[in-house]
């Protein structure tokens, strides 16, 4: 007979309650911040995201998130404060985002990965095609960043 550890280890494993854990980087420059467009090949092709990426497994938060930063733009980030976090489903997808704050990195952000970076004004944020996952927090985002509600 299954003991109670194996039930919940089956559990876990099915689609319902697989989570995947993401983190992702607000990167300030004055009042900007930097979005990058994702690749034709991935899923939410051609949407606006901010820089980031699934924490590997046995990674750390800010590691994972230096890791992609370095993989995505090229540059050698400080990882600052975790500003934001929330949880989205895409049918059976489920993902639980971090945001931290990044206010200082060597090197110039380059698109490694991504189609096109640009900074933008977050009061931009809503004009552009952006992962529901964000769209339905853009008020928290806001608030994350500092920047007032856009008229
Ligand atoms: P995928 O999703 O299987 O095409 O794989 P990747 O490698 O393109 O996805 P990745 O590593 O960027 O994982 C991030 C997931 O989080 C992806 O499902 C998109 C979602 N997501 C929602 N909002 C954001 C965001 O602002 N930034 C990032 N990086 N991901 C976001």
Redesign the pocket.
């Known amino acids: 007979m299954a003991n109670s550890d194996d039930v919940v280890a089956r559990k876990s494993r099915t689609k319902k309650n697989h989570w995947?854990p993401?983190v992702?980087g607000l990167l300030r420059r004055g009042n900007q911040v930097l979005v990058g467009q994702?690749p034709e090949t991935?899923?939410?092709a051609g949407m606006w995201?901010?820089?980031?990426?699934?924490i590997e497994p046995g990674e750390g938060p800010e590691e994972a998130l230096a890791r992609e930063l370095e993989e995505e733009l090229g540059i050698e980030a400080e990882i600052g404060q975790l500003k934001l976090s929330c949880t989205h489903s895409?049918g059976d997808?489920n993902?639980l985002?971090l945001f931290y704050e990044i206010l200082y990195w060597k090197g110039e952000p380059r698109a490694k990965h991504h189609l096109m970076l640009e900074w933008i004004h977050p009061e931009e944020l809503p004009l552009r095609s952006i992962?529901e996952?964000?769209r339905k927090i853009l008020g928290r985002l806001y608030k994350a960043m500092d920047v007032p509600w856009p008229k």
């Open positions: 995947i993401v992702a994702r991935h899923s939410l995201e901010f820089p980031g990426g699934k895409y997808v993902i985002i992962p996952a964000n």
